[in-house]
């Protein structure tokens, strides 16, 4: 018999769209394998109100209690979405390369954040946006706005807000880069942590660790631990406006963190990347 796979994924065009990804890669090592995707619905995606504040791991839960019952074997994430911790029994099997970490802006007249009139209104429903939206232009105003990137651009173009502020990974895999007005320097707009990143996570010791280690990417792994390290030592969840990035080339790692609009920067040997995540947390207000 053949192999059977079930993927679980959220039901929206962009978590469909990573699935993709990752089904594409695993037919590339398993091409007799039969490869079935889930979809799985969250609470973030029964949540209507466009306005509603974000909880930790609202567009995840579903999905791992989906894997703890044995209704599927691979949960696809975008790792931003996942705590920083898994349920016991189950594990983040693989981490895809990132494809951009980046924020980016969408503007109905095509401007920059620095060009819209004062008064200009920009949605997001992220605090760690809002709060950097604000520092650089405290003369516009900040709409709470959720929803998946189409339902967001459509309010957009109902003239709700003047601009939005999204993932640019997000736009890239739904092919709507030539909608984008302006990409944000990671460094001086501090993205979130693993942003751009997709993530597998699975039952631990069944077998699916190994099945889905080709699929890991180490680099990758490397940076966004360091970003999640710091995004636990800060112990963020939605609430709190929280950024964090990080490269690593050649055993160095080159970090910035952000917390409610604070910034600093650290920078060493790859080996020394929790005494940095540490000594950067302790800086910026968070837990030690």
């Given amino acids: 018999m053949k192999q059977v796979i079930r993927v679980g994924t959220r039901g929206s065009i962009l978590a469909l769209k990573q699935t993709e990804e990752v089904v594409t890669a695993l037919q590339n090592i398993l091409p007799s394998a039969v490869i079935r995707v889930v979809t799985v619905q969250t609470r973030g995606d029964m949540q209507h109100d466009l306005t ?61 954040l620095l060009e819209l009139p004062p ?106 631990g360091i970003e999640r390290l710091f995004l636990a030592r800060i112990g963020g969840g939605c609430q709190k406006a929280v950024g964090a990035f990080a490269e690593v080339q050649n055993g160095w790692v080159r970090l910035v963190g952000m917390l409610e609009g604070k910034v600093s920067w650290r920078e060493g040997p790859l080996a020394a990347g929790e005494t940095m995540v540490q000594d950067l947390a302790q800086e910026l207000g968070g837990r030690r």
């Fill in 52 to 112: 509603f504040p974000g909880t930790q791991g609202m567009f995840v839960r579903e999905l791992e209690e989906a894997l703890l019952q044995g209704s599927i074997d691979i949960a696809v994430h975008s790792l931003k979405d996942l705590p920083t911790t898994s349920p016991p029994g189950l594990t983040i099997a693989a981490v895809l390369p990132r494809k951009d970490p980046r924020d980016c802006l969408v503007s109905r007249s095509g401007q920059k």
């Fill in 119 to 224: 008064g200009s209104s920009v949605g997001t429903g992220s605090p760690r946006r809002a709060v950097q939206i604000l520092k650089k232009r405290p003369d516009i105003h900040v709409v709470p706005l959720r929803g998946n990137v189409t339902t967001r651009m459509a309010r957009m173009r109902e003239g709700r807000v003047d601009a939005l502020v999204l993932a640019y990974a997000g736009l890239l895999r739904l092919g709507f880069e030539g909608e984008v007005t302006e990409v944000f320097d990671p460094w001086n707009f501090v993205p979130a942590p693993s942003q751009g990143v997709v993530a597998c996570e699975t039952r631990c010791g069944e077998g699916w660790e190994e099945l889905l280690a080709p699929l890991h990417h180490p680099e990758t792994a490397q940076a966004v």
